[in-house]
């Protein structure tokens, strides 16, 4: 049975995390060019999304089997916060 609740959560982080990323700009411009039908840009893109959610599901099962969800919540934590850090220092160089 569908769990509504997740699922409208995972849905709603996944889309606005994705929303302007370079993924959508790559998209967009691929989309832009006359001469590729924008069907194909589409179903290649969603495509692409669908694997690469497949990949992240199952490390994120296999993860989860030999790690501790708070350790691996503190690793994916300590993560984003080291590439905000390597981003700023990439700005102020």
Known sequence: MMEWKIFA????????AELGDKTQLATVL???????????VF???ALALTVSAGIGVLAGQWISDV???KLLQSIAGMGFVLIGLWTLWAVWK
């Open 9 to 16: 959560t995972v849905f709603a982080t996944v889309f606005l």
């Open 67 to 69: 790690l501790q969800p």
């Open 43 to 45: 179903i290649a893109a």
């Open 30 to 40: 691929f989309a832009a060019k006359g001469e590729i039908s924008p069907w194909t």
